[in-house]
């Protein structure tokens, strides 16, 4: 059996466990905590050490989701989590741009541990509040290459289009790489 | 859909480069206690400012600009009746009180004024309404935001900040690809000229810092600045080895299982596991 694995990171409440449990199989295996710190409660528990979720490709490949954990405290996760991933996922949280510039550092931190394809996803794009794509792209400073997708993380179909772009783009990259054998993506 | 939020958390800098990016038209409106400044923009470039809901008369910001005296104001008050701005800047042209860049200097400077007020408030609710434009009776202007973002920037940013922002100076610049963005047409000082000078994907930030003789602190705050004017952006350095995923096949569950890493092996098997993986999320 071979296992891959692909990180959905983001922020702190951008909803990495919601868009991993919409298209997992199992029951997302989860290390939720109550949530201690006032400033942090807009929802009652959150990731601390990762979530985990899994979609059997065949008999012999399984694909596992890992969520990382959006508070910084818990950054030390995140090195860990991102060893030996296809690519990777940014969740922002279109209708919290106090969260954007976070967005940012966190997407800058993972192209440093590992130069793999990775797309940005922007959920609760069915928040009144949530902001344009065309915007959210500008203040994130993506430059046009880079995959923005529109997300609502609980629907499945939603998922499946970013995790779908995510290959896509793990594709293209194989294509730009000359090399025929020891392919290094990044 | 909703470009709202407070300045505490998106900054004025950043929403005025977000207005010339993507080349808005519209007012922002900024508001914090008792205060309100609504700034306009036509096709991303400044057109027009006022501090609340009223805006200052052609007469008064002619007279704070030192181009009429008080005197000329009453009588120019008294005798222009209801009047628009643009029919009184003719009516001042035509008597030679005034001449036309006058005017548009004055209106440029007190329109300035309004974002520079602006970039001192740390906090406040911002929508940008895209439907409300100025009064039609008032004097528009064009003013580039780039050297506006470049000021404001160099005014707002604090060391903690700016770590944030750049938090790797082992990352390299190179230009953004910006269709008739002219380096020339920007005011930057020698420092930020010799920065400039420097900028190629070969360089690191650390390495530009050491050849200009800046710290941590001066590189970063240079750095920013053109991140923000949207002049270039981070990439990893050219001719650097790209950093590999250690394979831990050795690891337990989820980890006992022999785990692929895209860094290495046959390409060929590698892109036919992708297309199974695609395969399947389209299925499922």
Known sequence: MQTVKMVVTGPFNAGKTEFIRSVSEIEVVSTERKISSESERVKDQTTVAMDFGRISIDENLVLYLFGTPGQRRFDFMWEILSEGMLGFIVMVDSSRPETFREARNILETFRAYAPTPYVVAANKQDNKDAWEIDDIRIALRLSPRVKLLPCVARDKEAVKKVLLELLYSILEEMEITPSEEGYTSG | ?284
């Open chain 2, 1 to 284: 859909m909703a470009l709202k939020g407070n300045l505490r958390d998106f900054s004025v800098t950043q929403l005025l480069n977000l207005v010339n990016v993507a080349r808005k038209t519209g007012t922002l409106v900024v508001e914090r206690s008792q205060e309100q400044i609504l700034v306009s923009f036509r096709e991303g470039k400044l057109s027009f400012a006022r501090n609340g809901a009223e805006a200052a008369g052609l007469t008064m910001v002619l007279y704070h600009a030192k181009k009429l005296n008080a005197a000329q104001v009453r009588a120019i008050n008294e005798r222009s009746g209801g009047m628009s701005d643009k029919e009184l800047g003719l009516l001042l042209i035509n008597s030679n009180l005034v001449s036309q860049q006058e005017i548009l200097a004055s209106l440029q400077t007190y329109y300035l004024g309004m974002v520079n007020r602006l970039f001192t408030w740390s906090e406040g609710l911002f929508h940008f309404d895209n439907d409300l434009l100025p009064p039609m009776d008032k004097i528009t202007v064009r003013i580039n935001l780039e050297n506006l973002i470049i000021e404001g920037t160099r005014k707002m940013r604090e060391w903690e900040q700016l770590q944030g922002e750049i938090p790797s100076l082992e990352m390299a610049l190179k230009f953004s690809d910006r269709p008739g963005v002219n380096l020339r047409n920007l005011n930057l000082n020698a420092d930020e000229w010799k920065v400039i000078s420097f900028i190629n994907p070969k360089n690191t930030i650390r390495q530009i810092a050491k050849a200009t003789n800046k710290n941590d602190l001066e590189i970063r705050r240079i750095v920013f600045s053109f991140i923000q004017a949207g002049l270039v952006e981070m990439v990893r350095p050219e001719g650097v080895p790209v950093p590999q995923p250690v394979e831990q096949p050795e690891q337990p569950a989820p980890q006992t299982l022999p785990r692929i890493n895209p860094a290495q092996g046959n390409k060929t098997e590698f892109k036919s596991l992708i297309d199974r993986i695609i395969s399947k999320i389209r299925s499922i």
